[in-house]
């Protein structure tokens, strides 16, 4: 009888959500207000006084509206891709040649996807020869690396001009990075 006494207090007499159920895995906005836990009711019992999301996704989070608020904003402010480059049938070779540069050199995703981006926007607005897609590829890398990377992680310019035989100097890079 002790046994399941304990049992008894042990198990909630509330409804618990799973963190699997439909509606806990709805991104912000598209669940009911009302569903909601409040900041309060979400870090009891933590310790750290963080809060953190229970089950799921960022969308949980207590700032998860003004977050994606935020990235929606700007994601709108963005500069549109118009795919208008003489040299779009380069593209796919171009980004997988650049995801094998990363690979080699531990450059994170994040940093990658900024270098196609820079590239894709670069092309779109200015006609490249095509002795020149490789520079264009290495330079908008080393843009992206040193926004993103930590100094020690930025390739330099002999690391990158190794990945096409030496074929540019280091003036070519600086001229083109300005």
């Given at each position: 009888?002790?046994?399941?006494?304990?049992?008894?207090?042990?198990?909630?007499?509330?409804?618990?959500?799973?963190?699997?159920?439909?509606?806990?895995?709805?991104?912000?906005?598209?669940?009911?207000?009302?569903?909601?836990?409040?900041?309060?009711?979400?870090?009891?019992?933590?310790?750290?006084?963080?809060?953190?999301?229970?089950?799921?996704?960022?969308?949980?989070?207590?700032?998860?509206?003004?977050?994606?608020?935020?990235?929606?904003?700007?994601?709108?402010?963005?500069?549109?891709?118009?795919?208008?480059?003489?040299?779009?049938?380069?593209?796919?070779?171009l980004v997988?040649?650049?995801?094998?540069?990363?690979?080699?050199?531990?450059?994170?995703?994040?940093?990658?996807?900024?270098?196609?981006?820079?590239?894709?926007?670069?092309?779109?607005?200015?006609?490249?020869?095509?002795?020149?897609?490789?520079?264009?590829?290495?330079?908008?890398?080393?843009?992206?690396?040193?926004?993103?990377?930590?100094?020690?992680?930025?390739?330099?310019?002999?690391?990158?001009?190794?990945?096409?035989?030496?074929?540019?100097?280091?003036?070519?890079?600086?001229?083109?990075?300005l």
């Amino acid at each position: 009888s002790e046994e399941r006494a304990m049992q008894s207090q042990s198990s909630p007499t509330q409804e618990v959500k799973s963190p699997t159920s439909p509606q806990s895995q709805d991104p912000p906005g598209s669940a009911d207000k009302s569903t909601k836990s409040s900041p309060a009711s979400s870090t009891k019992g933590e310790g750290s006084g963080s809060q953190k999301p229970k089950g799921g996704g960022w969308w949980l989070h207590v700032c998860s509206e003004h977050i994606y608020g935020t990235l929606k904003k700007h994601q709108e402010l963005r500069i549109p891709y118009e795919r208008k480059s003489p040299q779009l049938e380069y593209r796919r070779y171009l980004v997988d040649f650049m995801g094998l540069i990363c690979e080699k050199l531990c450059i994170n995703i994040g940093t990658q996807h900024l270098a196609v981006y820079l590239m894709d926007h670069f092309m779109d607005s200015h006609s490249i020869t095509d002795t020149q897609l490789h520079l264009t590829c290495l330079v908008c890398l080393q843009i992206a690396a040193k926004s993103e990377e930590l100094d020690k992680l930025i390739p330099t310019i002999d690391t990158l001009s190794s990945f096409v035989q030496y074929a540019y100097g280091s003036h070519e890079f600086k001229r083109l990075e300005l």
